[in-house]
Every structure is written in C-alpha cells, then in structure tokens.
C-alpha cells in the first residue's frame, strides 16, 4: 500500500533542519579555521566543534526530505508536469536568489576587503557572470543546495515516475525484503562506499562543476528518502530500529571525535596505522555518521512527531523563503557586529541568531507570504482562494420550499 498523504514527521523534521541551518550559518562568522564570507577577529574552538557535528547531518538530512518531498509531488502528475513544477519551485528561486538575494552577502565582503564604492556602483559586475571567488561576483552561495536538488529532479524524474507507477510493483514489493530485521540499513551502503574513495581527491566545493564526491554523495540521501516513502514498510523499519540507527552515530562520532581530539587522523603524525585501509577506514566514519543520525531522526521522527499541529501549515509554508533569506541577513548583520568591540563571542553569536531570525521572519510575514507575486518568486504554492461561503436559508426560501414540497 501506497502512502500518499503527507506525513506531518517530515514536515517538522524539514522545520528543524532548517532551523539548525540558522544555528550553523550564525555561527560560521565566529568559528576558528573554517573560512567565510565576514569573520570576526576572535573565534572559538568549541563552536567550530559543534558546527562541525551539525554539518555531518544536517545537509544529509534535508536531501533526504527532499526525497520525501519529490515523492509527493509526483503524486497524480505526469514526468513533464512533475519537471515544469520543479521548475517554478526550484529554479526560479534560485535565479531570485543569484541576482537579488545573494549579491548583498558579496557586496559586504568587497567591503571588508577594502572597496570604498556604493552598492548600485558594484552591482553590474553581477551581469559579467564571472564566478565568485575568483575576482568574480556571480554566485549562488547558500543556494547551491536549490541549484543541486532541482539537477536531480530533473535527472531522475522518469525514474520517479516509475517509482510511484503501478509498473514498479514487482520492485517494491521486493524492496519490502529489507524492512525486515535490520536490512533496511543495507540502503547506507553506496552512500558510504562512495564519500571514503571519492572525498580526499575530490573535496566539498559546492560549485557543482569541481564538486563531484559530494554532488554523488548528497544524491544518494535523496534516492534513499524518496525510495523509503514509496515502500512504508522500509519506514516502518526505521521507526522500530530507530534506537539502533542512533547507537550507529552515536558510536562513530565518539569514535570520531575521540581521534580527532587526540591528533590521531590520517597524515599526522600521531597516526600509528601504515596500511592504506585504515585511513579509509577512518574516512568512512563521516558517512557512517551521517547515515547513522539521519536514519535515527527519522525514526524518532516518525514516532514521536506524526502529528499535526494548527501551526505545522504556516511554518512549512515559511521554512523555503526562510532558507532562501537568511544568510544575506546573517551577513548584513555580521558586517556591523564583528565591529563591536569589548563584546564576547557568545553575545555576539546569540545577538546574530535572535535578529536573523526577527528580520527574517517578518520579511517573509509580511512583505512575501501576503502577495501573490512574491509568492512566486520564493517557490511558494498560490495562496488558497477562500472558500465560498454558504448562507443558512432565510425564513422566506425555508417557507417557498416548504410549500413546493
């Protein structure tokens, strides 16, 4: 049996996960080592730290969803009518995004690097598409995520069809082998197997063109969330092995951390192992992670979250533009906070989340979400038309009819 109603889970879970981006993004103008867009002068170790942690899951993840999500809006559509909604929803966003959203976020960072000119002075070198960094100042940032997820519904949409067709039937009826037991974990496998031998020659880039372990790797959380929603046993599984999904992640991020803490990694000199298996070995505790909390998530999830809420329907509707929105208000804040002095990291990342989040959601509140035009540029869904209402009868109709009967 199909599922083809929205699971309220998911929707909190993709509200969590972007509330997690915040955390993450704000925090980003404060951590040590990590590069970005505005630093401030001292960063901290231990948000470094913690960023890490969430950027092993986070991404993962909300492809995951995403997956989800792209099930449902196969739902009664054709492959074209599936493609032309992705369209409307993902790409041009993501054109909104790289000519209007973005180029603030570029333009304060030419500020710190020295450039003494007006915005509406800089902004034409926008339209001479020379990719950002490299002198350039086209780019999508923060939206890379909307710019891969709308490649891979455009890829594998004949594959969906066919997912969620009656022609697919005999495939899902053999997926339903891996709800048993714990085989459903079988599905990590190809995501782990590629991110250990593709990531050390192939670093994260986001670019898309020099990006080729991860553009694989996010792939895989995406096939592997649409292919669990479209055989719930395979959910139903994760929801029972949900305890085991976590002992999974937890038990590789100690191992993980413990290492790292100690120096102990690959190519330092701390490294007691020779062979060349250990070092991907140890490569392979990120995915393992990853796998493991994501898994986890749903699981949990889908036992303690399947439940709708009067609120659930304005907060997913808000969470895209949201995302959309928030990194050029972190970086337009950022650029006056970093200049405050006798402030501590900690007021200034606390100070950095609260106004990004007030800024943020009340420019969708009440200068997107109302108009149908704006609606449209941030991938939202038209605006419900009211229903019509219908009037009781008056005395007089109640009487005609009494008459005529």
Same mark, same amino acid.
């Not at 989340?353 to 149908?372: C, E, K, N, S, W």
């Given at each position: 049996?199909?599922?083809?109603?929205?699971?309220?889970?998911?929707?909190?879970?993709?509200?969590?996960?972007?509330?997690?981006?915040?955390?993450?993004?704000?925090?980003?103008?404060?951590?040590?080592?990590?590069?970005?867009?505005?630093?401030?002068?001292?960063?901290?170790?231990?948000?470094?730290?913690?960023?890490?942690?969430?950027?092993?899951?986070?991404?993962?993840?909300?492809?995951?969803?995403?997956?989800?999500?792209?099930?449902?809006?196969?739902?009664? /559509?054709?492959?074209?009518?599936?493609?032309?909604?992705?369209?409307?929803?993902?790409?041009?966003?993501?054109?909104?995004?790289?000519?209007?959203?973005?180029?603030?976020?570029?333009?304060?960072?030419?500020?710190?690097?020295?450039?003494?000119?007006?915005?509406?002075?800089?902004?034409?070198?926008?339209?001479?598409?020379?990719?950002?960094?490299?002198?350039?100042?086209?780019?999508?940032?923060?939206?890379?995520?909307?710019?891969?997820?709308?490649?891979?519904?455009?890829?594998?949409?004949?594959?969906?069809?066919?997912?969620?067709?009656?022609?697919?039937?005999?495939?899902?009826?053999?997926?339903?082998?891996?709800?048993?037991?714990?085989?459903?974990?079988?599905?990590?496998?190809?995501?782990?197997?590629?991110?250990?031998?593709?990531?050390?020659?192939?670093?994260? %880039?986001?670019?898309?063109?020099?990006?080729?372990?991860?553009?694989?790797?996010?792939?895989?959380?995406?096939?592997?969330?649409?292919?669990?929603?479209?055989?719930?046993?395979?959910?139903?599984?994760?929801? /029972?092995?949900?305890?085991?999904?976590?002992?999974?992640?937890?038990?590789?991020?100690?191992?993980?951390?413990?290492?790292?803490?100690?120096?102990?990694?690959?190519?330092?000199?701390?490294?007691?192992?020779?062979?060349?298996?250990?070092?991907?070995?140890?490569?392979?505790?990120?995915?393992?992670?990853?796998?493991?909390?994501?898994?986890?998530?749903?699981?949990?999830?889908?036992?303690?979250?399947?439940?709708?809420?009067?609120?659930?329907?304005?907060?997913?509707?808000?969470?895209?533009?949201?995302?959309?929105?928030?990194?050029?208000?972190?970086?337009?804040?950022?650029?006056?906070?970093?200049?405050?002095?006798?402030?501590?990291?900690?007021?200034?990342?606390?100070?950095?989340?609260?106004?990004?989040?007030?800024?943020?959601?009340?420019?969708?509140?009440?200068?997107?979400?109302?108009?149908?035009? %704006?609606?449209?540029?941030?991938?939202?869904?038209?605006?419900?038309?009211?229903?019509?209402?219908?009037?009781?009868?008056?005395?007089?109709?109640?009487?005609?009819?009494?008459?005529?009967?």
């Amino acid at each position: 049996m199909e599922t083809t109603q929205r699971q309220s889970y998911l929707d909190w879970l993709r509200i969590l996960s972007i509330v997690g981006v915040l955390f993450f993004h704000s925090a980003m103008p404060f951590v040590a080592e990590d590069d970005w867009h505005i630093k401030n002068a001292q960063t901290s170790n231990l948000l470094m730290e913690s960023n890490h942690f969430l950027h092993l899951f986070r991404m993962p993840l909300l492809f995951f969803i995403s997956g989800t999500v792209s099930y449902y809006m196969m739902q009664r /559509r054709s492959t074209l009518s599936f493609i032309g909604l992705r369209f409307r929803r993902l790409f041009i966003p993501l054109l909104v995004g790289m000519f209007i959203i973005v180029p603030p976020q570029i333009f304060m960072e030419r500020l710190v690097h020295g450039y003494k000119g007006g915005f509406w002075d800089w902004y034409p070198s926008v339209f001479n598409f020379v990719p950002y960094p490299k002198g350039g100042s086209f780019s999508w940032h923060h939206l890379w995520f909307i710019a891969y997820l709308f490649i891979y519904d455009l890829i594998f949409a004949p594959m969906f069809a066919w997912l969620i067709s009656p022609k697919s039937d005999g495939f899902k009826q053999k997926l339903a082998a891996l709800a048993q037991g714990k085989w459903v974990y079988l599905l990590m496998l190809p995501g782990i197997i590629w991110f250990t031998f593709t990531s050390w020659q192939l670093p994260e %880039t986001n670019d898309l063109i020099h990006d080729g372990c991860y553009f694989v790797y996010w792939l895989f959380f995406v096939l592997v969330g649409f292919i669990c929603i479209t055989q719930p046993k395979l959910m139903d599984s994760l929801e /029972r092995n949900r305890r085991f999904a976590l002992t999974i992640g937890f038990l590789s991020l100690m191992m993980w951390e413990v290492m790292r803490w100690n120096k102990i990694e690959p190519q330092h000199e701390n490294w007691p192992f020779h062979h060349i298996l250990f070092s991907y070995a140890f490569t392979a505790l990120r995915p393992v992670i990853a796998w493991g909390w994501v898994l986890a998530l749903v699981g949990y999830g889908k036992h303690y979250f399947n439940r709708s809420h009067k609120v659930l329907n304005y907060l997913n509707q808000a969470v895209y533009p949201f995302y959309i929105l928030h990194q050029t208000v972190i970086v337009l804040v950022v650029y006056y906070i970093v200049q405050t002095p006798n402030e501590s990291i900690l007021s200034k990342y606390i100070y950095t989340v609260g106004i990004t989040f007030f800024v943020t959601v009340l420019t969708y509140h009440l200068l997107i979400r109302p108009y149908a035009l %704006t609606r449209f540029l941030f991938g939202m869904k038209p605006k419900d038309k009211p229903k019509p209402v219908i009037e009781a009868p008056t005395e007089e109709i109640r009487a005609v009819v009494t008459l005529s009967t």
